[in-house]
């Protein structure tokens, strides 16, 4: 029996299950995962750059749309990096900081890609529900005081479910995934965990539900306005749908993989290799999809994103 928090002379090293990879396909999936990081890379770093060069999208959506790109990056970079060493070098083993450290960063991501998503339909809210007050209402202080409380949010609660980790004995060493978890590590204690079971429950239904209530509030005020002002000119109500079709389909989007991460794991018959695949995706396709979703949706991310290619390719 050894603490989780265990002193440097005998450190808790996990072995983490990983996929149950055919032989001679490792350098298959190690590829497929590199190009499915790089391109998560590319992507947002991509959008994230334009907003940051053009001073024209330094409004409150695209600021909105940066914070979401980076959330997405802390995700994928929490996850992919780490399965590309077990494809190339089959190394399985990590030590309880690295491993803590993953942890705590997938289940931010989670959390805070909802919290930004909320915070955003807050924004479209006011932007189409008061149009005329909107620069007035949302202010660069209160812009910025929304991005920071839906990143605070999201760290305190990882926090305070990271704090239940204190002073738990284990009794496994096995982790049965391909990443570290909340629940993957505290299921190896030697004792039972009711009061994290029982806050990282009610976190994860006050959260989603929160959220939920937030978007779906927002967007039938959304609705109600567009349908009112598109009586008597159809242009803004089809601007309006452009603007805030793209967030709405990002917000089921994570919900979707969620959903499909958790029926997977109802289903004793599904296989753990594909249980694992799924909850990968995750990570994979949200980050990918994200970015083009922004890019073909938003005329003025799309035109600014083309000016500078074409003028970072004059310039070779």
């Not at 989670?110 to 006011?126: K, S």
């Not at 539900?209 to 609705?223: D, E, N, P, V």
């Amino acid at each position: 029996m050894t603490n989780f928090f265990s002193s440097s002379l005998h450190p808790v090293v996990f072995e983490l299950e990983g996929f149950f990879v055919p032989p001679g396909y490792d350098s298959l999936l190690f590829v497929l995962a590199l190009l499915s990081y790089v391109a998560v890379l590319l992507g947002n770093g991509l959008v994230v750059s334009i907003i940051v060069l053009d001073k024209n999208l330094h409004r409150p959506m695209f600021v909105m749309v940066c914070n979401l790109v980076l959330c997405d990056l802390l995700g994928a970079t929490a996850v992919l990096p780490r399965l590309m060493v077990h494809f190339l070098t089959g190394q399985k083993r990590m030590a309880y900081y690295p491993a803590i450290a993953q942890a705590f960063s997938v289940h931010t991501y989670g959390v805070a890609a909802q919290t930004i998503l909320g915070a955003m339909a807050y924004d479209r809210y006011i932007a189409v529900c008061e149009p005329l007050r909107y620069h007035a209402i949302m202010t660069s202080a209160r812009l910025h005081c929304c991005c920071a409380l839906a990143w605070l949010v999201a760290l305190l609660l990882i926090a305070v479910l990271f704090a239940f980790h204190a002073n738990v004995p284990l009794c496994g060493r096995t982790i049965r995934h391909v990443y570290c978890s909340n629940r993957s590590i505290l299921s190896l204690a030697c004792t039972p965990t009711t009061v994290n079971n029982i806050y990282g429950l009610s976190m994860t239904w006050t959260v989603s539900t929160g959220i939920f209530l937030i978007i779906a509030f927002s967007y039938i005020r959304i609705l109600q306005a567009s349908l009112k002002q598109g009586q008597t000119d159809s242009n803004v109500r089809s601007k309006v749908f452009q603007t805030c079709g793209s967030h709405l389909v990002i917000y089921l989007l994570y919900e979707i993989a969620s959903v499909i991460i958790i029926l997977s794991y109802r289903f004793p018959s599904v296989s753990p290799n594909l249980k694992k695949f799924f909850s990968i995706m995750f990570f994979i396709v949200p980050p990918i999809i994200n970015p083009i979703i922004y890019g073909l949706v938003s005329k003025e991310l799309r035109s600014s994103i083309v000016k500078h290619l074409t003028i970072s390719w004059q310039r070779l």
